[in-house]
C-alpha cells in the first residue's frame, strides 16, 4: 500500500544545531507539505511544493527551509534549531485531483 | 485570508450520547471543507469532506456534517458517541484550485465519559 512516511519520530537537539527531518512518500503526489502543531494552534503550514525544484513559504517558515529533489521526498531542515521550534512536525501529501491530504504520524522534536 | 475558527477547546460526552462540534471558516468563494482526527501519537486522518452538492456530507466511523453558507459553518454530528471516538478533531478549509492548502482550526479535544 501506498504510504507516507517521517523519520525520526523522536529527536531531541540543541539550540543552534542544525536538524533534518524526512518525509517520503509513495503516492506519487506532486503536492508535499510541513505543518508543525502546537497546542493551541492546531496545525500551521510551514512550507509546500507542487513539485520537483518548486518550493514555497507558508505562513511560519521563518528558521525553516525545504528542498524538493525528486518526487518521493521532501526533507525539512531547521538552520539553526531554536527552543520556539520545538513541537511536532508533520508531512502531508495530496494527489492533484482531490482536496484530501494524506498525513504522515509527525515527528516530535525537542530544543534544548 | 482563510481561516477556521474552532470555539470549543475541550468537549465531554456521555457514551452514547450524541455530539456536535462547531467549525467557522472565513473564505470569499466556495471553500473545500474537512474534518481530519487524530488520536493520541498519531497523525491525521480524514473522516470527511465537503466540495460541493449536497450540503449533508457522510464519513466514516458514523460522522456527518452539514456544510451552512448562510453561517460559513461545517459542524460536525455523530448520533451516538463512542468511547473510541475521545480523540483530537481538526477543521480545515481549502481553497479550489491547484495546490488547495488547507488552513487548519486550533482542535476540539472530545472526552468521552462512560
Known amino acids: 500500500d501506498a504510504e507516507i512516511t517521517q523519520s525520526p519520530r523522536h529527536k531531541i537537539t540543541e539550540t543552534g544545531r542544525q536538524v533534518t527531518l524526512a518525509c517520503h512518500q509513495t503516492?506519487?503526489?506532486?503536492?508535499m507539505f510541513w505543518y508543525r502543531q502546537d497546542l493551541g494552534h492546531g496545525l500551521r503550514l510551514i512550507h509546500y511544493?507542487?513539485?520537483?525544484?518548486?518550493?514555497n513559504k507558508g505562513e511560519v517558515s521563518d528558521g525553516y527551509s525545504v528542498s524538493r529533489s525528486n518526487t518521493e521526498d521532501l526533507p525539512l531542515t531547521l538552520e539553526s534549531a531554536a527552543s520556539s521550534q520545538t513541537s511536532v512536525y508533520f508531512c502531508?501529501?495530496?494527489?492533484?485531483?482531490?482536496?484530501?491530504?494524506?498525513f504522515g504520524e509527525g515527528s516530535r522534536l525537542t530544543v534544548l | 485570508a482563510q481561516s477556521v475558527t474552532q470555539p470549543d477547546i475541550h468537549i465531554t460526552v456521555s457514551e452514547g450520547a450524541s455530539l456536535e462540534l462547531r467549525c467557522n471558516y472565513s473564505?470569499?468563494?466556495?471553500?473545500?471543507l474537512f474534518w481530519y482526527v487524530q488520536s493520541p501519537g498519531q497523525g491525521l486522518q480524514l473522516l470527511l469532506k465537503?466540495?460541493?452538492?449536497?450540503?449533508l456530507v457522510q464519513g466514516i466511523k458514523g460522522f456527518e456534517a452539514e456544510f451552512k453558507r448562510s453561517q460559513s459553518s461545517f459542524n460536525l454530528r455523530k448520533p451516538s458517541v463512542h468511547w473510541s471516538d475521545a480523540a483530537e478533531y481538526f477543521c480545515?478549509?481549502?481553497?479550489?484550485?491547484?495546490?488547495?492548502?488547507?488552513?487548519f482550526g486550533a482542535g476540539t479535544i472530545l472526552r468521552v465519559k462512560s
Open positions: 502531508a501529501s495530496r494527489g492533484d485531483m482531490t482536496g484530501e491530504l494524506f
Open positions: 503516492w506519487n503526489h506532486n503536492n
Open positions: 511544493s507542487y513539485g520537483v525544484q518548486d518550493t
Open positions: 473564505y470569499g468563494a466556495t471553500p473545500y
Open positions: 465537503y466540495f460541493s452538492g449536497d450540503t
Open positions: 480545515a478549509v481549502g481553497e479550489m484550485e491547484y495546490g488547495n492548502k488547507l488552513v
